[in-house]
């Protein structure tokens, strides 16, 4: 069946680096989403991304959809201790359904 | 606009019983998904119902279902339920495919 896999993990980042997370769909995917989940909280909508190839901005957050559409990337500039979240992806499949990975925990070491 | 309402917040069952959570959507939101969330897990999809229809069912047993209102309230009842069945059940409703979610159902089975 239709995967999305997504990596790191986990990340562990000082305060004012730089994260990264990667999204990797087996199939050609519609559309993708990404969401942040805070410790305790639930999943908030971050961004959609439709078109091949399509970059956006928010903020220090840039978010990549490649040009298969089939990948995606979502990269934090210069972290802060507001970012510290578990980020998702999700990828629109063929039946319409969301496909979603598994998470990237971003941990700011003290 | 009110957000995603679920009840109960939490809850406490002993194997063998069961369950029924209840979410309230966005006003005008006419989608419901369900999802099952466990510590470090990432999203577990149960079903996603759409006026009143189930539109997409996950990889769950029988014993999990789920029922749309016209109001588009939406219900989902575990049968029998098991200790792995302890999870963070969060309801999801949509506009032009972005999930809005609510703050989850946490159930505990003892």
């Known amino acids: 069946g239709q995967q999305v896999m997504q990596i790191p993990q986990y990340q562990h980042v000082q305060e004012g680096e730089d994260f990264t997370t990667y999204c990797n769909s087996s199939?050609?995917?519609?559309?993708i989403q990404w969401y942040k989940q805070r410790p305790g909280g639930h999943p908030v909508f971050l961004i959609q991304?439709?078109?091949s190839g399509e970059v956006k901005k928010q903020k220090r957050l840039t978010f990549q959809f490649g040009e298969a559409k089939k990948n995606s990337s979502l990269h934090i500039t210069a972290t802060q201790t507001t970012d510290v979240g578990t980020y998702f992806c999700?990828?629109?499949?063929?039946?319409?359904?969301?496909?979603w990975g598994a998470g990237t925990k971003l941990i700011i070491k003290p | 606009k009110a957000g995603v309402t679920q009840t109960p917040r939490y809850l406490i069952k002993t194997r063998g019983q069961q369950v029924t959570l209840s979410c309230s959507p966005i006003?005008?939101?006419?989608?419901v998904s369900w999802y099952q969330q466990t510590p470090g897990q990432g999203l577990q999809f149960l079903f996603e119902?759409?006026?009143?229809?189930?539109?997409n069912k996950g990889n769950f047993p029988g014993r999990f279902s789920g029922r749309q209102f016209s109001n588009s309230r939406s219900e989902m009842n575990v049968s029998t339920l098991e200790l792995g069945d302890s999870a963070l059940y969060l309801c999801?409703?949509?506009?032009?495919?972005?999930?809005?979610f609510g703050s989850g159902t946490q159930l505990s089975v003892l």
């Open positions: 999801a409703s949509s506009l032009d495919e972005k999930l809005f």
């Open positions: 006003s005008g939101h006419r989608s």
């Open positions: 119902y759409f006026s009143e229809t189930q539109r």
């Open positions: 199939t050609t995917l519609s559309n």
């Open positions: 991304l439709v078109k």
């Open positions: 999700a990828g629109q499949g063929s039946n319409y359904q969301l496909i």
